[in-house]
Nanobody
Framework: QVQLVESGGGLVQPGGSLRLSCAAS????????MVWHRQAPGKQREFVAT???????NYSDSVKGRFTISRDDVKNTVYLQMNSLKPEDTAVYYCIAVCPGPDYWGQGTQVTVSS
């Protein structure tokens, strides 16, 4: 099993930055990709970004050029650097560990972009 703990959310003004962290523990060697999703109030959950074990990254069009996903294998942590934040980025952000068996989800961290 894999346990995930997200952190780094909070309140930020439009145009500001935040960095989310997702620390993994347990059977981390089974993880072959990490994904960030988000869910805004009243909206469906949507894909944000992913990074594979081979460091291939992919982003949704809505965050491309503003968000950067990265990882630190020593710390077993994945990061989501979010710049030029917009009010529409307000959501609960979840990290997901993609494994051969079931995927594992973190508890989520709230990001609020507001003046």
């Amino acid at each position: 099993q894999v346990q995930l703990v997200e952190s780094g959310g909070g309140l930020v003004q439009p145009g500001g930055s935040l960095r989310l962290s997702c620390a993994a523990s347990g059977s981390v060697s089974s993880i072959y990709a990490m994904v960030w999703h988000r869910q805004a109030p009243g909206k469906q959950r949507e894909f944000v970004a992913t990074i594979t074990r081979g460091d291939t990254t992919n982003y949704s069009d809505s965050v491309k050029g503003r968000f950067t996903i990265s990882r630190d294998d020593v710390k077993n942590t994945v990061y989501l650097q979010m710049n030029s934040l917009k009010p529409e980025d307000t959501a609960v952000y979840y990290c997901i560990a993609v494994c051969p068996g079931p995927d594992y989800w973190g508890q989520g961290t709230q990001v609020t972009v507001s003046s």
